[in-house]
Protein backbone atom coordinates (compact mmCIF):
# COMPACT_ATOMS: atom_id res chain seq x y z
CA UNK A 1 0.00 0.00 0.00
CA UNK A 2 1.29 3.34 -0.74
CA UNK A 3 2.25 5.74 1.82
CA UNK A 4 3.47 9.48 2.11
CA UNK A 5 6.56 10.50 2.02
CA UNK A 6 7.70 12.00 5.28
CA UNK A 7 10.50 13.99 4.61
CA UNK A 8 9.07 16.07 1.29
CA UNK A 9 7.35 18.72 3.19
CA UNK A 10 10.17 19.62 5.55
CA UNK A 11 13.01 19.30 2.94
CA UNK A 12 11.20 20.85 0.82
CA UNK A 13 10.58 24.03 2.82
CA UNK A 14 13.98 23.87 3.89
CA UNK A 15 15.81 23.98 0.30
CA UNK A 16 13.12 26.80 -1.10
CA UNK A 17 13.80 28.95 2.49
CA UNK A 18 17.68 28.72 1.43
CA UNK A 19 16.77 28.99 -2.15
CA UNK A 20 14.53 32.35 -1.48
CA UNK A 21 17.47 34.30 0.67
CA UNK A 22 18.57 37.45 -1.25
CA UNK A 23 21.63 37.16 -3.74
CA UNK A 24 22.01 33.56 -2.21
CA UNK A 25 22.61 32.34 -5.50
CA UNK A 26 25.34 34.62 -6.28
CA UNK A 27 26.89 33.83 -2.75
CA UNK A 28 27.52 30.90 -3.30
CA UNK A 29 28.37 30.61 -7.08
CA UNK A 30 31.43 33.83 -5.50
CA UNK A 31 32.11 31.24 -2.69
CA UNK A 32 31.81 27.60 -4.11
CA UNK A 33 31.75 26.92 -6.92
CA UNK A 34 35.54 26.13 -8.44
CA UNK A 35 37.09 23.89 -11.21
CA UNK A 36 38.87 20.68 -10.00
CA UNK A 37 40.10 19.46 -13.55
CA UNK A 38 41.71 16.02 -12.14
CA UNK A 39 37.93 15.61 -11.38
CA UNK A 40 36.34 15.71 -15.12
CA UNK A 41 35.05 12.86 -16.05
CA UNK A 42 32.95 11.30 -19.22
CA UNK A 43 30.44 9.24 -18.45
CA UNK A 44 27.77 7.71 -21.20
CA UNK A 45 29.03 10.38 -23.49
CA UNK A 46 28.71 13.55 -21.70
CA UNK A 47 31.85 15.40 -20.01
CA UNK A 48 30.83 16.13 -16.12
CA UNK A 49 32.76 18.92 -14.62
CA UNK A 50 33.06 16.43 -11.46
CA UNK A 51 31.59 13.39 -10.20
CA UNK A 52 29.24 14.66 -7.96
CA UNK A 53 25.62 15.42 -8.24
CA UNK A 54 22.17 16.50 -6.54
CA UNK A 55 20.12 13.63 -6.08
CA UNK A 56 16.16 13.23 -6.78
CA UNK A 57 13.88 13.82 -4.01
CA UNK A 58 14.99 17.34 -3.40
CA UNK A 59 14.40 19.61 -6.39
CA UNK A 60 11.29 17.89 -6.78
CA UNK A 61 9.81 20.44 -9.23
CA UNK A 62 12.55 21.79 -11.06
CA UNK A 63 12.40 25.57 -9.46
CA UNK A 64 16.19 25.53 -8.39
CA UNK A 65 18.73 23.74 -10.48
CA UNK A 66 20.24 26.71 -11.49
CA UNK A 67 21.11 28.29 -8.15
CA UNK A 68 21.61 24.46 -6.47
CA UNK A 69 24.30 24.09 -9.68
CA UNK A 70 26.25 26.90 -8.45
CA UNK A 71 27.21 24.95 -5.67
CA UNK A 72 29.35 23.55 -7.73
CA UNK A 73 27.60 19.86 -8.82
CA UNK A 74 28.66 18.53 -11.64
CA UNK A 75 24.93 17.59 -12.17
CA UNK A 76 21.66 18.08 -10.86
CA UNK A 77 18.48 15.42 -10.87
CA UNK A 78 15.19 16.93 -10.01
CA UNK A 79 11.99 15.09 -9.81
CA UNK A 80 10.35 12.66 -9.51
CA UNK A 81 7.95 14.03 -11.93
CA UNK A 82 5.04 12.72 -13.04
CA UNK A 83 2.67 13.49 -15.71
CA UNK A 84 -0.08 14.63 -13.67
CA UNK A 85 0.26 16.49 -10.49
CA UNK A 86 0.21 15.11 -7.18
CA UNK A 87 -0.52 15.25 -3.52
CA UNK A 88 0.55 11.52 -2.50
CA UNK A 89 2.72 9.27 -2.39
CA UNK A 90 5.01 11.44 -4.26
CA UNK A 91 4.03 15.31 -4.22
CA UNK A 92 4.97 17.27 -7.37
CA UNK A 93 3.78 19.59 -9.66
CA UNK A 94 3.71 17.54 -12.98
CA UNK A 95 5.67 17.42 -16.14
CA UNK A 96 3.72 20.84 -17.80
CA UNK A 97 5.49 22.63 -14.53
CA UNK A 98 9.11 21.34 -15.14
CA UNK A 99 8.84 21.77 -19.13
CA UNK A 100 7.76 25.32 -18.51
CA UNK A 101 10.58 25.86 -16.16
CA UNK A 102 13.33 24.40 -18.48
CA UNK A 103 12.06 26.57 -21.25
CA UNK A 104 11.88 29.85 -18.96
CA UNK A 105 15.22 29.48 -17.53
CA UNK A 106 17.80 27.38 -19.61
CA UNK A 107 20.10 25.40 -17.13
CA UNK A 108 23.71 26.04 -16.92
CA UNK A 109 24.15 22.45 -15.13
CA UNK A 110 24.29 19.24 -16.40
CA UNK A 111 20.28 18.09 -16.14
CA UNK A 112 18.74 14.85 -15.28
CA UNK A 113 15.07 14.30 -15.35
CA UNK A 114 13.87 11.32 -12.68
CA UNK A 115 10.88 10.39 -14.07
CA UNK A 116 7.83 8.32 -13.40
CA UNK A 117 4.32 7.22 -13.82
CA UNK A 118 1.56 8.97 -11.60
CA UNK A 119 0.08 6.60 -8.23
CA UNK A 120 -2.70 5.99 -9.68
CA UNK A 121 -2.13 4.55 -13.49
CA UNK A 122 -2.37 0.96 -13.11
CA UNK A 123 0.46 -1.17 -14.02
CA UNK A 124 -0.66 -1.97 -17.75
CA UNK A 125 -0.94 2.02 -18.59
CA UNK A 126 2.35 2.75 -16.81
CA UNK A 127 4.54 2.49 -19.93
CA UNK A 128 2.27 5.74 -21.21
CA UNK A 129 3.08 7.43 -18.48
CA UNK A 130 7.11 6.91 -18.89
CA UNK A 131 6.43 7.99 -22.57
CA UNK A 132 4.66 11.02 -22.18
CA UNK A 133 7.34 12.26 -19.67
CA UNK A 134 10.13 11.44 -22.01
CA UNK A 135 8.91 13.13 -25.05
CA UNK A 136 8.10 16.13 -23.28
CA UNK A 137 11.20 16.22 -21.64
CA UNK A 138 13.37 15.23 -23.83
CA UNK A 139 14.76 18.24 -26.02
CA UNK A 140 15.49 19.73 -22.23
CA UNK A 141 17.63 17.89 -20.38
CA UNK A 142 21.09 15.74 -20.89
CA UNK A 143 19.68 12.60 -19.50
CA UNK A 144 17.11 10.77 -17.73
CA UNK A 145 16.63 8.42 -14.52
CA UNK A 146 13.49 5.89 -14.83
CA UNK A 147 12.34 5.71 -11.18
CA UNK A 148 10.76 2.38 -10.49
CA UNK A 149 11.87 1.59 -7.19
CA UNK A 150 9.96 4.33 -5.09
CA UNK A 151 8.96 2.69 -1.78
CA UNK A 152 6.20 4.99 -1.12
CA UNK A 153 4.67 3.61 -4.25
CA UNK A 154 4.27 -0.02 -4.27
CA UNK A 155 2.48 0.23 -8.19
CA UNK A 156 5.53 1.91 -8.56
CA UNK A 157 7.87 -0.78 -6.84
CA UNK A 158 6.60 -3.56 -8.43
CA UNK A 159 8.15 -2.36 -12.34
CA UNK A 160 11.09 -3.82 -11.09
CA UNK A 161 9.62 -7.53 -12.45
CA UNK A 162 11.77 -7.50 -15.16
CA UNK A 163 8.55 -8.12 -17.62
CA UNK A 164 6.94 -4.82 -16.28
CA UNK A 165 10.48 -2.91 -16.60
CA UNK A 166 10.94 -4.36 -20.18
CA UNK A 167 7.78 -2.79 -20.86
CA UNK A 168 8.19 0.60 -19.90
CA UNK A 169 11.75 0.74 -21.09
CA UNK A 170 11.65 -0.69 -24.27
CA UNK A 171 9.63 2.16 -25.81
CA UNK A 172 11.76 4.34 -24.29
CA UNK A 173 14.87 2.93 -25.84
CA UNK A 174 12.42 2.62 -28.86
CA UNK A 175 11.44 6.44 -29.20
CA UNK A 176 14.70 7.54 -28.45
CA UNK A 177 15.82 6.55 -31.94
CA UNK A 178 13.65 9.20 -33.59
CA UNK A 179 15.43 11.86 -31.90
CA UNK A 180 18.62 13.70 -33.52
CA UNK A 181 20.63 13.96 -29.73
CA UNK A 182 21.16 11.03 -27.64
CA UNK A 183 20.26 10.74 -24.07
CA UNK A 184 21.67 8.44 -21.97
CA UNK A 185 19.07 6.57 -19.99
CA UNK A 186 19.63 4.99 -16.12
CA UNK A 187 17.06 2.70 -14.04
CA UNK A 188 16.91 3.17 -10.72
CA UNK A 189 16.74 0.62 -8.27
CA UNK A 190 15.67 -0.42 -4.52
CA UNK A 191 18.69 -1.34 -2.14
CA UNK A 192 16.29 -4.47 -1.45
CA UNK A 193 16.23 -6.76 -4.27
CA UNK A 194 17.62 -9.90 -3.72
CA UNK A 195 20.64 -10.60 -6.00
CA UNK A 196 18.53 -12.82 -7.95
CA UNK A 197 16.11 -9.86 -8.51
CA UNK A 198 18.85 -7.76 -9.70
CA UNK A 199 20.71 -10.42 -11.66
CA UNK A 200 17.24 -10.31 -13.93
CA UNK A 201 17.76 -6.30 -13.69
CA UNK A 202 21.66 -6.50 -15.47
CA UNK A 203 20.76 -8.97 -17.42
CA UNK A 204 17.66 -7.16 -19.68
CA UNK A 205 20.23 -3.97 -18.89
CA UNK A 206 22.82 -5.38 -21.07
CA UNK A 207 20.86 -6.73 -23.33
CA UNK A 208 18.82 -3.90 -24.12
CA UNK A 209 21.10 -1.10 -24.40
CA UNK A 210 19.91 0.80 -20.92
CA UNK A 211 22.71 3.08 -20.15
CA UNK A 212 23.33 2.85 -16.54
CA UNK A 213 21.63 1.58 -12.89
CA UNK A 214 21.47 4.02 -10.14
CA UNK A 215 21.94 2.21 -6.92
CA UNK A 216 20.01 2.74 -5.20
CA UNK A 217 16.65 4.49 -4.05
CA UNK A 218 15.65 4.59 -0.81
CA UNK A 219 15.19 1.57 1.49
CA UNK A 220 11.58 0.19 2.73
CA UNK A 221 13.22 -0.87 5.87
CA UNK A 222 13.46 2.61 7.36
CA UNK A 223 15.67 1.35 10.70
CA UNK A 224 18.73 0.09 8.34
CA UNK A 225 21.92 1.35 7.28
CA UNK A 226 21.45 3.20 3.96
CA UNK A 227 24.69 3.84 2.92
CA UNK A 228 25.95 -0.08 3.53
CA UNK A 229 22.67 -1.18 1.70
CA UNK A 230 23.68 1.00 -1.28
CA UNK A 231 27.40 0.67 -1.28
CA UNK A 232 27.38 -3.13 -1.25
CA UNK A 233 24.75 -2.82 -4.36
CA UNK A 234 27.31 -0.41 -6.02
CA UNK A 235 29.70 -3.65 -5.36
CA UNK A 236 27.82 -6.36 -6.43
CA UNK A 237 26.36 -4.38 -9.47
CA UNK A 238 29.97 -4.01 -10.51
CA UNK A 239 30.80 -7.22 -9.98
CA UNK A 240 28.31 -8.80 -11.96
CA UNK A 241 28.44 -6.56 -14.92
CA UNK A 242 33.15 -6.39 -14.91
CA UNK A 243 32.68 -3.06 -14.71
CA UNK A 244 30.52 -2.79 -18.07
CA UNK A 245 27.69 -1.13 -17.07
CA UNK A 246 28.01 2.65 -15.32
CA UNK A 247 26.12 2.91 -12.20
CA UNK A 248 25.18 6.34 -10.24
CA UNK A 249 26.09 5.70 -6.62
CA UNK A 250 23.53 7.48 -4.49
CA UNK A 251 21.72 7.10 -1.21
CA UNK A 252 23.40 7.77 2.51
CA UNK A 253 26.36 9.52 1.50
CA UNK A 254 26.96 12.47 4.39
CA UNK A 255 30.42 13.01 4.09
CA UNK A 256 33.21 13.36 1.77
CA UNK A 257 34.85 10.08 2.89
CA UNK A 258 31.37 8.36 1.80
CA UNK A 259 31.29 9.95 -1.42
CA UNK A 260 35.10 8.80 -2.61
CA UNK A 261 34.28 5.31 -0.52
CA UNK A 262 31.06 4.91 -2.83
CA UNK A 263 33.40 5.56 -6.05
CA UNK A 264 35.62 3.37 -5.40
CA UNK A 265 33.37 0.88 -4.82
CA UNK A 266 32.40 1.23 -8.44
CA UNK A 267 30.19 4.07 -9.23
CA UNK A 268 30.93 6.53 -12.06
CA UNK A 269 29.41 9.27 -10.18
CA UNK A 270 27.67 10.04 -6.88
CA UNK A 271 24.89 11.74 -5.60
CA UNK A 272 24.28 12.99 -1.97
CA UNK A 273 20.32 14.16 -1.89
CA UNK A 274 19.22 15.38 2.00
CA UNK A 275 22.82 15.73 3.53
CA UNK A 276 22.99 19.31 0.65
CA UNK A 277 20.04 20.57 2.28
CA UNK A 278 20.61 19.49 5.75
CA UNK A 279 24.30 21.03 5.77
CA UNK A 280 24.37 23.00 2.61
CA UNK A 281 26.61 23.80 -0.25
CA UNK A 282 29.95 23.61 2.19
CA UNK A 283 29.17 20.13 2.00
CA UNK A 284 30.01 20.02 -1.86
CA UNK A 285 33.08 22.31 -1.78
CA UNK A 286 34.38 19.79 0.60
CA UNK A 287 33.68 16.82 -0.55
CA UNK A 288 35.04 18.03 -4.16
CA UNK A 289 38.33 19.49 -2.25
CA UNK A 290 38.25 15.87 -0.60
CA UNK A 291 38.16 14.15 -3.72
CA UNK A 292 40.72 16.78 -5.61
CA UNK A 293 43.24 16.09 -2.98
CA UNK A 294 42.42 12.20 -2.69
CA UNK A 295 43.29 12.22 -6.64
CA UNK A 296 46.72 13.84 -6.25
CA UNK A 297 47.54 11.65 -3.42
Do not use: W
Not at 67 to 91: C, H, R, W, Y
Not at 146 to 170: A, F, G, K, M
Amino acid sequence: MSKRRPSYNKYHVLLKSMMSIPFFAMFIKLFFKRKYPSLVKEVCGIEFPNPLGLGGGVDVDCEFYNKIGNAGFGFVEFGSVTPLPQEDPMPNKGIRHAVERLRDEAPNVIIGANICKNAKTSKENAPKDYEKCFALLYDFVDMFIVNISSPYSESVYELQDVELLSEVVDRLLGMRMYFDLYRPIFVKISPDLTHSQVDEILDYCMRSGIDGIVACNLSKDTGSDLFEKNIAMVRYIKEKTKGLLPIIGSGGIRTPEQAKQMLDAGASLVEICTAFVTKGPSLVRKTLKYLDNQSHS
